[in-house]
């Protein structure tokens, strides 16, 4: 069965600096995708960026990177430059589909990030 | 564009009352997801649809629970009779064969009392 681990409940980073919240992931399925949301306070989802299993190079969107690490099951989640708005929840999430979502997306408990200014 | 519609925004009910959920998807989207999040279980699929067919409904609690999608713009989700354990935010996602993300609408917060 596919599994999402976030292990770190909480985070904090200094405005400006950069962070990484860590994801590791459990499949057998050589295809699958990764994604990762931000749920500020307000509640919604909001997707942030995607890494497909067979993609080689590390996917980045922004500010956002995504440390992919296929042999260690990680896909670990870089956001540079912290503002103040970053601070939300994160959650890790993986498809059983390679190139989009079209199935069930098992997400991880997820990570709360406070920036402090 | 509009993204994924929910109605209502927040529902309080009380226990043993219907709750019915609504869900418009994005156009041109042929998968429409529920979604449950609570703080103990976290984000959880209730079920699934592709062309309007069910696909996996293994997520659904129990026959309180039920799901419909009469057409590719609808969608409903009903629990009858709530029970004070269905408190939660219900997410409804859609997403296109092959498109990249599943696109969240806002969630309806359900408080039963």
């Known amino acids: 069965a596919q599994k999402i681990t976030q292990t770190q409940p909480g985070m904090f980073v200094q405005e400006k600096e950069a962070v990484t919240l860590d994801c590791t992931y459990d499949t057998s399925d050589p295809s699958y995708g990764l994604f990762w949301y931000k749920q500020p306070s307000s509640g919604e989802m909001i997707f942030l960026i995607y890494?497909?299993?067979?993609?080689?190079q590390n996917a980045t969107e922004g500010r956002y990177s995504l440390n992919f690490q296929k042999a260690r099951k990680s896909a670990n989640l870089v956001i540079s430059a912290s503002q103040l708005g970053d601070s939300a929840m994160y959650f890790c999430?993986?498809?059983?589909?390679?190139?989009?979502?079209?199935?069930?997306?098992?997400f991880g408990k997820g990570t709360k990030l406070s920036v402090k200014p | 564009d509009a993204g994924v519609i929910q109605s209502p925004r927040h529902e309080v009910t009380e226990m043993g009352q219907e709750v019915t959920l609504r869900c418009k998807p994005i156009s041109g989207h042929d998968y429409l997801f529920w979604y449950r999040q609570t703080m103990m279980r976290g984000l959880e699929l209730l079920i699934y649809?592709?062309?309007?067919?069910?696909?996996?409904d293994s997520g659904m609690p129990e026959d309180r629970f039920s799901a419909k999608m009469p057409n590719a713009s609808f969608s409903t989700l009903k629990i009858q009779p709530s029970e004070p354990r269905d408190s939660a935010v219900y997410f409804c996602?859609?997403?296109?064969?092959?498109?990249?993300?599943?696109?969240f609408g806002p969630g309806t917060r359900l408080t039963v009392t």
């Open positions: 996602a859609s997403t296109a064969t092959g498109a990249g993300e599943q696109y």
């Open positions: 890494q497909g299993s067979y993609d080689q």
């Open positions: 649809f592709n062309n309007n067919v069910p696909i996996d």
């Open positions: 999430a993986m498809s059983p589909y390679y190139g989009g979502s079209q199935g069930n997306l098992i």
